[in-house]
C-alpha cells in the first residue's frame, strides 16, 4: 500500500531537526572560520585549523579535559557499584523494614535542585574538614564524591528496571544447583543486567562530564573541570576556540553513539536470526 | 504400559523424605497449615490442587527456598529443616525451566557440577550421558533461545539430574508444552525416573498429570492435605466432596442416611428424587447429611426399563456431546436435576440415543461413593 506524504510532514520535520541541530551545526562551522570574531566570517582565510591547534597547544584547557574525565570515570564506576548494590536490595528483598524510605533516598537526589545539593556538600566537606581534617580543602576528591551521590539516583533507576525483569527463578535455580548468594550474584545476576550496568555507567559519565553547578560548588583551586573553563572563558567574552572544543566533544559524543547503536542493532538481529533458527529446529 | 508402577504401595519403613507439621505462615495467611507427609524412596509423589491450595510453597520449603515456620522436614534421615537451598541434596525443575539465558546448553547442564568442583573432564563427560539421556545428543554448543519449548524442558530436566540428587522437586514439569508432546514427555520422564531412581516430588494442578504420573498423590487444599493415595484410591474413593469433585467429573447428591448397616446403606437424595442403595456402610450417626459421589461414566443408558428394582431413575436427554471416544449425556430428571453420564463408543451402531428421547439411566449398588462433607 502507498502512503501519500502529506508536504506538511516533511516541512515539520525539517523544521524540527532545524531547530534541535542548526546551532550546533553552525556551531561547528564556525569552529573552522578564520576570524578572531565569532560572528563574523572571515571567507578569504576559512575554512582553517588554527583554533583546534591552539586548543591542542593550551595547558589549561588539556588539563581540564583530563580532570574531568578523571572525575567522569570514578564517579561513573562508583555510582555504578553503588547504584547495583542499592538496586538489588529494593528489587530482590522486598520485605525489609523501610523498604520505600530508602527507595524515596536513593532516588531523590534527581528532583533535588542542584544548587541546594552542591550547597548541602559544601557545608557538609567545610565541617567534616574543622571535625576530622579532611578534606583539607576542596578539589578532584570532592567533586568525585558529590558527582557520586547524584549519579547513584539515576544509576538506581536504570539498574532497578532491568533486575525487575530477571527473572527470580534464575536466581534461585543457581542456588537450589548449589552456588552461594554472592556467587549467584557473580555469575547470574550480573551478566543478566550487564546492558543496564553499561548504560547506568555511560549516563552517570556524561552527567558527572558536563555538570557545573554542584561542581561549582564543592571544587577548590587547582581543580577546575572542563565545563567550569568553558564557562569561565565565555564570561569574557565568546572565543572561537571554544566552537572548537564544543566540535570536537560533538564529535566525540556522535561517535560513541553510534558505536553504540551498531553494536546494540547487530545483537537485536542476531537475537531475531537466532529465534528463526529455534523455530526451524522444532 | 501401566504408568503406575506400585499402584497404592504406602512408604513401609523409614520413610526417605518425612514432612512432620510443617506450618508456612505469610504474616496472618497459613499458606501450609499442619501438613505431614511421607515419601518413600523411589516414589514420584504428586502433590495436586488448584492454585493458591500451598502445593508449590510446600514444595519450595522441600527446595529450601523458604523456611517452616513450624515443623520440620528431614531427607533421607537427614533434619534439612533449616539447611539453605545450595546445600541440600535436592534439586528442582522450574516451572519456567530457569535456564541461564546467558550461557549454552552444556555450561548450563555443567553448572550444578562445577559448582561442586568438579573435575572438567569428569564433569563434561557426564553432561555429555546426561544430554544424550534426554535425546539431545550434539545440541550442548546451543544457547536455550535457539531451543523449541520441549527441548528447553528436557535441558531443565538434565540440568535438575545431573547432580543425582537424592530428590528431583518438578514444578508443573509439563505445562508449558502443547497436548501431543505433553503425553509423550510423560513417559519419558517415567522411564528417565525408574532408569535413575531417584524420587520425585510433583507440582500440579492438572489432574490428568497427576494420574499418569503418580504413584501416590496428594490432594491440596488451602494449605492442607485432603486425602492422599494411589491415582486408582483417589479416583475410586475420594473421602470428600471437594476430592471428587477436583479429580474429574462426578455427579454430586446431598441426601440424609436413611439405612446404615455394615454391609449396606440407604440414602435418600433429595435431588435425585429416589433412595440410593450403596453396597458399603458408612457407620455414621443416624440421619445424617451426607453427599453421594457417582461417576458419569458408571450410569448405564437405555430406552427399556432395567429389571433392577434400585438405583434407577427415569428422565429424557437434554444434551449430547459427542467426544469421539465417548459420548457424554445430560439427563434431565423429571425434577430439574441433570444427571451426567458417560457411554464410551465401543461399538459403532450402538444404540442411538436422540434429544428428549425418554431414558433410563441406572448404576451397580458399588458403583456410588458416600462422602462427607
Known sequence: MKVRRSPFVLVMLVVGFAFLYLPILSMIVYSFNASRLVTVWDAAHSPTIIWYRELFANDQVLEAARLSLQIAAVSATGAVILGALAAFALVRYRRFRGRSLFGLLTTAPMVLPEVITGLSLLLLFVALGQWTGWPQARGASTITIAHVTFCLAYAVVVIQARLMTVDRSLEEAAMDLGARPWKVFVVITLPLILPAIASAWVLSFILSWDDIVITSFVSGPGSTTLPQLVFSKVRLGVSPDINALATILVGLVSVCVATAGGVMMRTERRRLHDAQTAMGAH | ?373
Open chain 2, 1 to 373: 504400559m501401566n504408568l503406575n508402577q506400585d499402584g497404592a504401595t504406602a512408604p513401609a519403613g523409614i520413610p526417605y523424605v518425612r514432612i512432620d507439621r510443617v506450618t508456612k505462615r505469610f504474616g496472618t495467611f497459613d499458606a501450609v497449615r499442619q501438613v505431614s507427609l511421607d515419601i518413600a524412596k523411589g516414589e514420584i509423589f504428586c502433590l495436586l490442587g488448584g492454585s493458591g491450595c500451598g502445593k508449590t510453597t510446600l514444595l519450595r520449603m522441600l527446595a529450601g527456598f523458604e523456611e517452616p515456620t513450624e515443623g520440620s522436614i528431614f531427607i533421607d534421615g537427614v533434619d534439612v529443616t533449616r539447611v539453605p537451598p545450595y546445600e541440600r541434596p535436592v534439586n528442582m525443575m522450574f516451572q519456567s525451566y530457569a535456564l541461564f539465558p546467558h550461557m549454552t546448553v552444556a555450561q548450563n547442564v555443567a553448572f550444578g557440577l562445577r559448582q561442586d568442583g568438579i573435575n572438567k573432564s569428569v564433569a563434561d563427560e557426564r553432561v555429555r550421558e546426561m544430554l544424550a539421556m534426554v535425546q539431545l545428543e550434539g545440541y550442548g554448543p546451543r544457547k536455550p533461545h535457539q531451543l523449541s519449548g520441549g527441548q528447553r524442558q528436557r535441558v531443565a530436566l538434565a540440568r535438575a539430574l545431573v547432580k543425582r540428587p537424592k530428590l528431583l522437586l518438578l514444578d508443573e514439569p509439563l505445562g508449558a508444552l502443547d497436548k501431543k508432546l505433553r503425553e509423550r514427555t510423560q513417559f519419558e520422564l517415567v522411564n528417565l525416573q525408574e532408569q535413575l531412581g531417584v524420587t520425585f516430588v510433583i507440582v500440579t494442578h492438572d489432574q490428568e498429570e497427576a494420574m499418569t504420573l503418580a504413584t501416590r498423590i496428594g490432594v491440596m487444599r488451602s494449605g492442607e492435605i485432603l486425602q492422599v493415595g494411589s491415582p486408582t484410591d483417589i479416583y475410586e474413593f475420594p473421602n470428600s466432596r471437594y476430592v471428587a469433585d477436583f479429580i474429574g467429573s462426578v455427579n454430586l447428591f446431598d441426601g440424609k442416611l436413611v439405612v446404615d448397616e455394615p454391609d449396606h446403606c440407604r440414602i435418600h437424595c433429595e435431588g435425585l428424587g429416589a433412595e440410593v442403595y450403596v453396597a458399603h456402610g458408612v457407620s455414621s450417626a443416624p440421619d445424617a447429611t451426607v453427599t453421594v459421589a457417582l461417576r458419569p461414566e458408571k450410569i448405564r443408558l437405555g430406552r427399556e426399563q432395567p429389571s433392577q428394582p434400585e438405583n434407577v431413575v427415569r428422565g429424557i436427554i437434554a444434551g449430547i456431546a459427542y467426544l469421539g471416544d465417548s459420548t457424554r449425556f445430560l439427563v434431565q430428571l423429571s425434577n430439574g436435576t441433570q444427571l451426567q453420564v458417560t457411554r464410551s463408543n465401543i461399538d459403532r451402531h450402538d444404540e442411538h440415543l436422540e434429544y428428549d428421547e425418554v431414558v433410563w439411566a441406572s448404576w451397580e449398588a458399588n458403583s456410588p461413593v458416600v462422602v462427607s462433607r
